[in-house]
């Protein structure tokens, strides 16, 4: 069973920058690991996501440019790098791990972290 614990969430200005970390119980090597999102009376959308090797990453458009997702298996965590961070990036923030190649598909991952909060606002 695989744990996971995001933290570096919190109140930031429109504008500003945050960076969210995904650490995990054990070896993240044989996972992708993805990071959604969940506004307020929203569905939870896919934000980015990193395969298990690291080659191969991908972003929603919404994020593009911004937001930067990298990991470090030698601590079994992966970050999400936000910046020019805007209101509507106010969201809770999760990572969730499924094995080996990235899925934009909520229900494709195995393991969940609990959350962290997001807020941008002025």
């Known amino acids: 069973q695989l744990q996971l614990v995001e933290s570096g969430g919190g109140l930031v200005q429109p504008g500003g920058s945050l960076r969210l970390s995904c650490a995990a119980s054990?070896?993240?090597?044989?996972?992708?690991i993805g990071w959604f999102r969940q506004a307020p009376g929203k569905e939870r959308e896919g934000v980015s996501c990193v395969s298990s090797s690291g080659g191969s990453t991908n972003y929603a458009d919404s994020v593009k440019g911004r937001f930067t997702i990298s990991r470090d298996n030698a601590k079994n965590t992966v970050y999400l790098q936000m910046n020019s961070l805007k209101p509507e990036d106010t969201a809770i923030y999760y990572c969730?791990?499924?094995?080996?190649?990235?899925?934009?598909?909520?229900?494709?991952?195995?393991?969940w972290g609990q959350g962290t909060q997001v807020t941008v606002s002025s």
């Open positions: 969730a791990a499924r094995v080996r190649y990235c899925s934009g598909y909520v229900s494709q991952y195995t393991y």
């Open positions: 054990g070896s993240l090597n044989s996972y992708a």
